[in-house]
């Protein structure tokens, strides 16, 4: 007989309440504070001459029911074990108000000390599913949004993974019905981003996206003179590189100032992405002096084509601190961190003195700043250093355009739009809707046609399953390995050493009947077989109860609950705990590997267990002796169930068949 924990009292309440949802508000605030997660599993809304009724049980109530013909899947239960707990809620006879009957207070299972990682107890309410989304979109990262959750409420249960569903779910929300690239386009254009876009010929996929700030405009046309470029490897939804293009500041902080996701590493996509950054800098003079890069071969061929004159090379950052009158000319004139440069340079006057070949002559060229050899003269001359051998790019100190971005700076798309007006007139009808297509999607980015690319084949390894797959990596083995692998196994089986028998791994093509005690045989109907594994003792119990030789997993499981409620009764049936402890460490296997000896069921000793558990009789055929094995607790019903199953070749067990 199963442990049974009574719950009466903790459910038992002569309060009226005063709707439906305020009973079951009560009951699941209840259930939650003794670890039980109650459902509703059946509501009659009355007429036809049914009454009112609510009934509530326990999540674990009723019995798991598979789908026609799907057997259930290797290292899976389920946790449905009937459960008899039951509540029933009416109105009242008179007046407004619901009542609540505990029909049963039991529960057969074992109630755990908390809820943590429950799908069911860790669900958002309405408040925390609106804080979930506030933070969500000011840019909070999960783990602090579930920090916050808990100092909220210290018995929220929510788990990592329902933050990011939550979060998910608002984003999604969000976008409402526009595609993926539509939102895009409409939150670009919200934010007033510049942005352009190529799609494949003859197609409405995506190629090359590329878009920036206006700020981010800004910063460029102040501090062009060094840029950092570098991809990301294919780690997004859809496996495209993501290029990114990051500026230096006179105080030698770095801004982003632009970003593209590219269809390939090439230097076709390079140079378009490139073209596009060009066009945003308006002077057509003025140009990146210095280019760093991580020597990718296409971005470095794709920069000496787009900017022709720019030295791509990588920059060294010093600081130091200065004082010093030589610096009175450029104090305030130029940032704190080229002045560190330069007093760095400075230091070495000493040893390096006017002698350019043994200065180097290398921030000069790569800083534009004055080198030691140049320090060297003012110093010795007692003059200052003048602001002419600084370079422009370290004078600039203020977020200031200059007024490039106000209304008088000369550009305009005037033009542009009377020649497009002009080649409207001119076409024909056909032609005059694609163009105005394609104006539409200029003036209405929301309402593109572009869609993302396809979700490109993922090759890193070899694709895990039974079947090699048509992508894998792996490489076929040769005919030699197959011939070794024959032999290994050949050699393995013919030195096993004697007393341990190998579990035969295929099923068996002689007769079994012959295996079973011949006094019997008038009276068997039938031997099925079953798959010789390890698990094959345990496939036989599953598919005589009814359930099918794959539910071998729920069978070990269940005997394994069997042992640990009357583990006292099992002690003293096998003589110690250190019996009990190696059949209890026997029932645990991986699915997935191979089942070694220890592993397999043993006669009698789970003989008692399997009796005990399902409440049958079980009978064991074998020519080194039949056992029949009875429930130790109680007796089996009137009706009761035998089942029988036959132990052949040493270690081998089959289902058999009978005459009632």
Known sequence: ???MTDYLDS????????????????????????????????????????????????????TYKPYKNQ????????????????????????????????????????????????????????DELSLVNDMTNN?????????TLKEHNKDNVTTIKQIYNARQACRTSLRGPRTELQHLMKLMERDKYVYWHRRHEDSDVVRDIVWTHPDALKLLNLFFTVLIIDTTYKTNKYRLPLLEVVGVTSTELTFSVAFAYMEQEKADNFTWVLDKLKSMIPFPDVS???????????LMNAVEKVFPNVTQRSIMVVEHRFNNPLYNELRGLVSRNALALIDGEKQRINYVGIDSSACGCTIRNTHGLPCACQLARYVCMGYQLPITEVHTHWMKLTFNDGGVDGPDCGLSVQPECDEVLRRFEELDLSGKVVLKSKMREVAFPETTSMCPPPDKIKTKGGIKGKFKSKYSTKRDPSFFEHVDAMHSQHESCSTQPAGVQSQPRCKKQVTILDQLPSVLHPFIVRVDDVEADGNCGYRAIAASLGFGEDSWPVIRDELSRELVHFRAQYIQLFGGVDRFNQLRMSLFVDCGKTVSVDKWMTIPDMGYVIASRYNLVLVSLSKSGSMTFFPLRGHPKSSHQIICIGYVYGNHFVQVFNYS
């Open 71 to 126: 057997l259930i899947r290797k290292g899976t239960e389920t946790k449905k074990c009937d459960c008899p707990f039951r509540l029933r809620g009416r109105p009242v006879s008179t007046g407004d108000g619901w009542r609540l009957n505990v029909v049963c207070g039991y529960h057969n299972h074992e109630v755990p000390e908390n809820l943590e990682g429950h799908a069911y107890a860790g669900r958002l309410n309405a």
């Open 1 to 3: 007989m199963e442990e």
């Open 139 to 147: 840019m909070v990262k999960p783990r602090n949004i579930l920090l």
């Open 11 to 62: 459910f038992t309440t002569y309060e009226i309440f005063d709707n439906r949802d305020e009973l079951l508000k009560w009951v699941w605030e209840t259930a939650m504070r003794h670890g039980i997660v109650v459902i509703i599993v059946r509501s009659d809304a009355g007429g036809n001459g049914w009454k009112t009724t609510l009934v509530l049980g326990c999540e674990r109530s009723g």
């Open 288 to 298: 990146p002096h210095v280019i760093v890069t991580d020597r990718d071969i296409a």
